[in-house]
């Protein structure tokens, strides 16, 4: 069996048009060394990122009927992430399918996530313009199925924002984070507490609660809430 | 006529179920001051969000078969921004079918960007409920087909990413955005220059370029690029 076909049966799925496959898994750095004429798989990856997360968005707006939006878009930033799209991209050895460039080859791009994570994103579109929304979203579904089912179990669900948050910056090279008390106010036994979040040095949010611990959670939250929407 | 159907008319599609439709106008300051059982229109402002950026993403890759990936996720962004989700809810004064808290009310909230624009996606969420994923294309690239017009003749094309950038910044409160020259190096007829952007004294991007102003220009682009995935 040849190496496309091969990928069809691992996604399931059978292409009518089979070169958006191959598309699919073009890697642009073969298309540079290559000089080749054509597309790397970085269109395809666009279409796909955004069917992904709609797809993976309604999956959570039917699961949870009671749950607010806030909660909604923290559970899907964690389904849809690099790493977990990763993974199931290593489950299906997508590595073993990519058309790299000797220069990522050699450094190890069949194993690299951001690689492996496009790659899967560029699957789903390819799978749109193929065969339409409904099989794009049966891929996905049948692909995440696990992933989905620990969301139903309640796996991603962030309770603790500060180690959250931590997690992120510092993914991003960011280690400078500090809680500040600003305010304590109320009577003894019914305090509150205000606290204010800085990350290097900025302010960036400020969170209350009855307890200094429940203020920065707030912080963290908050901060979280609003990076998530960036630009 | 009543509200909703005169609502349906405008967006010319008719709802199955018009509960939908009714929650899907519906703002959470109505939900909260009335006290009433059930949702504001936030969880389907998550749904159709996904789905409205997926449609419009289609509607770019077909339309510009030889654009990369950059370009369209740029174009794209402006499309979807708030302004331009705000800009069809006024044409189709979606303020009036509002239902709002007293106070968001007297506020002007039926005239807010942010409100009308989530408004517009939580009735794309509920047209995707209704009537599933061709109804709600059929929907958005109606309502947007001015909007894609203007962007195949590149109304939305950026050209100056350092005002592009500025803009955004500034709509964020943030004004202190420097440009430093780093480098320069070769002969005198083909130097290249390298210059680093900071924004509010912290490195974010740097840009090389033929000249001091290309080198910025490519800067601000990096920088851009980067912001518009950011977590």
């Known amino acids: 069996m040849n190496n496309i076909r091969l990928l069809e049966e691992k996604i399931n799925y059978q292409f009518h048009d089979r070169s958006l496959l191959e598309n699919a898994v073009t890697h642009s750095s073969y298309m540079k060394e290559c000089n080749r004429e054509g597309q790397s798989n970085e269109r395809l990856e666009f279409l796909g990122d955004a069917f992904f997360d709609a797809i993976i968005g309604e999956a959570l707006y039917k699961m949870f009927p009671r749950k607010e939006e806030g909660f909604l878009s923290r559970t ?24 790299l460039g000797h220069g990522e080859e050699r ?33 996905v579904l049948a692909l995440f199925e696990q992933a989905i089912d620990d969301a139903r179990h309640g796996k991603y669900v962030v309770t603790d924002y500060k180690t959250a948050l931590q997690e992120k910056l510092q993914s991003q090279g960011i280690t400078d984070i500090k809680y500040e008390l600003l305010q304590e106010s109320g009577p003894d036994h019914d305090k509150t507490f205000l606290v204010q979040l800085s990350v290097e040095g ?14 920065e959670q707030c912080a963290a939250e908050a901060m979280m809430e609003r990076e998530m929407n960036v630009f």
Chains 1, 2 share one sequence.
């Open 107 to 139: 450094s190890g791009g069949r194993q690299r996530e951001s690689i492996l994570a496009d790659t899967m994103e560029a699957i789903f579109g390819a799978v749109y313009l193929d065969g339409g929304f409904e099989a794009a979203k049966q891929v």
């Open 202 to 215: 900025k302010p960036q949010a400020t969170g209350q609660g009855k307890s200094k611990k429940q203020a």
């Open 76 to 99: 899907r930033a964690t389904l849809v992430c690099e790493k977990s799209l990763a993974k199931v991209a290593l489950a299906l050895c997508i590595g073993d399918h990519l058309l």
